[in-house]
């Protein structure tokens, strides 16, 4: 394979460096720069109130002496379970400080689902949001786990103060309907107590976690990806370096504000948005829930228009319920410069026709929780764009294609294998899985690659391409459904006997899928798709539930037993046609 052939074809993108400095110092050390700086410039904005950098590291300094004092040490892990919240970037910080590991989780878990989580990874204390759903899930969920304590978040404390006393008298700010005294602390009364002072704690940037990110990675069991701090910086940057907007939109550290609209729990959110923020010292728009208001998506477009933002990550379907929404001419959309889409395939007319409503450089990009995750990305330049491809390995990244059969053999420009990954966003390896680690990576000519799992070829100009996924993941608005897992969870039903899982395309050309199960019912028992879909709701969460579900009486096999899910999704994609 032609070595970084990227470099050679003249559509290197103008202003980015091939090769950075990446500083060894803790992630936490962004936020501090930011605050000393831009003290007084706004970091996070939500529901019209602000608070500054010096603010946000002071609550994390005081979230940092809160956790030793309650003996969080070292290397422990601190779970978050929050939608993107102002509690959420001090809370980051604020546990990087404290020297421990920060743990990620998905605010739409289910108590079964969460309670997993928390086991596997150890966590020995996690914030949850004050919230008549969030609150008893928190509660259930740390039940036979090493959780000691819980921290309650309320959203009264970033609201503007009439509304906070406003919405306390009349009930309209969510609230548990239940707390643990033996367990419970509350968010406010840390901030009150504890002085912002950060702890003496030495960070290892290379080789210190700083995040664990649950991914079903390439078999489709949840794993742990283990990311150094060095990791997570060093994709700050190589991000931070890539984006050079064509004039006159060129971003500015200090002023841009972005639109916190992905999940921070998720890696393409946290790092891209949360993180790169700091970093610019640029301001976050806080939005729990991008999909909210009549009709849906009113919010974000409401929040990115009176507040100006400028910066926006998102996935496909995101973008098309934007430039779907049936008031989206009612809103000023015009201050967004620089977009960058991923999670999914970015169909060329959604851009054009997103770029044609707002005026704004959308880009496509490609990366893994287990990478950072950007990896890949279309130059943010219009000229140097390939729609259709996930773009150009950004600085410091050598991206190969592995043979499919052997894993060990680099294969020439223009076949097709499994994309492998080489730079220093690559992750450590899967919390406490040695076999799973050691099994997606590959040494090649002397050089350590991490297996991606997505096959893909690179075309003559060095862009890459995916044009297929190596197992059955399934992508549902931006996120991994894995049909092995909800599988699992329909096998817990006591009418099914077997069940299987596909991903099929919306038809709604977002490039985004939606998730169909086949399930075989037990002699004897009758259900109808209706009250299984019901069923599922309990059980997992909402991207992951099917939209569709036949009742069959029987599943393909393999020889061993192995339900064929290609030939579902062939029988069902020929219906279609």
């Not at 978050?80 to 400080?97: A, Q, R, S, T, W």
């Not at 086949?518 to 709701?537: N, Q, R, Y």
Request: glycine residues 8%; hydrophobic residues 35%.
């Amino acid at each position: 394979m032609d070595d970084k052939l990227w470099l050679k074809t003249g559509k290197w993108p103008e202003r980015v460096r091939e090769s950075l400095d990446y500083p060894e110092a803790p992630l936490f050390k962004i936020l501090d720069d930011a605050a000393e700086k831009y003290s007084e410039n706004t970091y996070t904005i939500f529901r019209g109130r602000g608070n500054s950098f010096r603010e946000v590291r002071e609550s994390a300094d005081k979230i940092a002496n809160f956790l030793v004092n309650q003996g969080i040490q070292k290397g422990d892990r601190v779970a978050v379970f929050l939608p993107n919240v102002p509690h959420y970037p001090p809370i980051f910080f604020g546990i990087l400080k404290a020297g421990a590991v920060v743990v990620t989780c998905n605010p739409r878990y289910t108590t079964g689902e969460l309670n997993f989580q928390l086991k596997d990874s150890g966590a020995k204390l996690v914030f949850g949001l004050d919230h008549e759903t969030f609150g008893p899930t928190t509660y259930e969920a740390v039940k036979g786990t090493d959780v000691k304590k819980v921290v309650i978040c309320s959203l009264k404390t970033f609201l503007p103060k009439v509304t906070a006393i406003l919405g306390g008298l009349l009930g309209k700010i969510p609230k548990s309907p239940y707390y643990e005294d033996d367990i419970t602390l509350f968010y406010d009364d840390i901030i009150k107590q504890y002085e912002a002072t950060t702890p003496d704690v030495q960070v290892d940037p290379k080789n210190d976690l700083g995040l664990i990110l649950y991914t079903g990675g390439t078999t489709g069991t949840p794993k742990g990806a283990m990311l150094t701090h060095y990791n997570l910086f060093s994709n700050v940057l190589q991000m931070d370096e890539w984006i050079k907007l064509d004039p006159p939109k060129e971003m500015v550290h200090g002023e841009e504000v972005y639109i916190g609209a992905l999940p921070w729990y998720h890696s393409y959110g946290l790092t891209l948005t949360m993180i790169t923020s700091v970093y610019q010292a640029c301001s976050v728009i806080c939005i729990p829930d991008p999909t909210a208001g009549d009709p849906p998506m009113t919010e974000l477009l409401e929040e990115i228009s009176k507040n100006k933002g400028t910066i926006l990550h998102c996935v496909p379907a995101l973008y098309a319920g934007m430039i779907n929404h049936p008031k989206v001419g009612e809103y000023d959309l015009t201050s967004l410069k620089g977009c960058g889409s991923g999670a999914a395939p970015l169909p060329p007319e959604l851009a054009r026709a997103f770029e044609s409503v707002t005026g704004a450089t959308l880009f496509e990009g490609y990366g893994l929780t287990e990478t950072s995750p950007i990896t890949h990305a279309n130059p943010s330049q219009v000229a140097r764009r390939k729609f259709g491809s996930i773009g150009l390995p950004v600085s410091d990244t050598d991206a190969i294609i592995v043979d499919i059969d052997s894993r060990n053999v680099a294969l020439p420009q223009g076949e097709t294998g499994i994309i492998a990954i080489n730079g220093p966003q690559v992750f450590k390896g899967y919390w406490h899985k040695e076999e799973e680690t050691a099994a997606t990576f590959t040494t090649i000519n002397g050089k350590k690659y991490f297996l991606t799992g997505d096959v893909g070829h690179m075309d003559e100009e060095g862009y890459f391409h995916i044009s297929d996924r190596l197992k059955d993941m399934i992508i549902v608005g931006g996120l991994k459904a894995y049909p092995r897992e909800i599988e699992d969870i329909f096998f817990e039903h006591p009418k099914i006997k077997m069940a299987a899982v596909i991903g099929l395309p919306l038809e709604n050309g977002t490039g985004g899928e939606y998730v169909k199960a086949f399930v075989v019912l037990k002699d004897g028992e009758t259900a109808t798709p209706e009250e299984l879909i019901e069923w599922s709701t309990e059980k997992m969460a909402s991207y992951k539930k099917p939209r569709e579900i036949d009742i069959v009486d029987s599943l393909p096999l393999t020889a061993v037993g192995k339900v064929l899910r290609r030939e579902l999704k062939e029988a069902e994609m020929a219906k279609r046609e």
